[in-house]
């Protein structure tokens, strides 16, 4: 298995860009989540969706942060506009199970590093 | 509130030695628990986890934890740290919500 594939594995931008950063989760897993990680605020939960449905998005930060996932393949986070505390590495994870993200172990993506000047 | 809490922010061994790295946490009930490692610029990594029944639990890379419900702790364990284990330990886990800590730092010293 391919594992979690997160794309771009690097982003820099400027700020008042918009910014889309992509996931592919496990094939089967049913549950996929976003996470925020930086030095201040360590590793955040800004969303998770189960069976392609967004069940706890109390996470995100702001109405500039939106995610979607059109399919069990696929899902977006996006931020419109970007700004400089944006900054952090964002991870994908998945899981496979339907009793909430605290249940099931999950598997992370390698992570997007996430730059806005 | 449920919490998970680590309290070493960074622990420092020598290779061989032995280590263990503390996580408490605060729920009424049994929680489910997890151990992840993550090494400079990778993802987390599960090394195990615990849901009930047997409290010693052995994950990936030589790694143990203990569940203790009387002392509220989940604490991560190997015998002889080697180079390589060097990286950010996670505790998380939650009756229903997941809880991240904050992570200890591992050095290992050769």
């Known amino acids: 298995d391919a594992g979690v594939i997160q794309s771009p594995r690097h982003e820099v931008t400027e700020m008042g860009q918009e910014v889309t950063l992509r996931c592919k989760p496990i094939s089967g897993h049913n549950s996929l989540f976003w996470y925020r990680q930086t030095m201040m605020r360590g590793l955040e939960l800004l969303i998770y969706f189960n069976n392609n449905v967004p069940i706890d998005d109390s996470g995100m930060p702001e109405d500039r942060f939106s995610a979607k996932m059109p399919n069990a393949s696929f899902s977006t986070l996006k931020i419109q506009p970007s700004e400089p505390r944006d900054s952090a590495v964002y991870f994908c994870?998945?899981?496979?199970?339907?009793?909430?993200?605290?249940?099931?172990?999950?598997?992370f993506g390698p992570g997007t590093r996430l730059t806005v000047t | 509130a449920q919490s998970v809490t680590q309290p070493d922010i960074h622990i420092t061994v020598s290779e061989g030695a032995s280590l263990e790295l503390r996580c408490n946490y605060s729920?009424?009930?049994?929680?489910?628990l997890f151990w992840y490692v993550q090494s400079p610029g990778q993802g987390l990594q599960l090394l195990l986890k615990?849901?009930?029944?047997?409290?010693l639990v052995q994950g990936i890379k030589g790694f143990e934890a203990e569940f203790k419900r009387s002392q509220s702790s989940f604490n991560l364990r190997k015998p002889s740290v080697h180079w390589s284990d060097a990286a950010e330990y996670f505790c998380t886990g939650g009756g229903n919500k997941l809880t991240f800590g904050t992570g200890t730092q591992l050095k290992v010293e050769l």
């Open positions: 994870a998945s899981s496979q199970g339907n009793r909430g993200p605290h249940s099931y172990e999950q598997y």
């Open positions: 729920y009424g009930a049994t929680p489910y």
């Open positions: 615990y849901f009930s029944g047997d409290t």
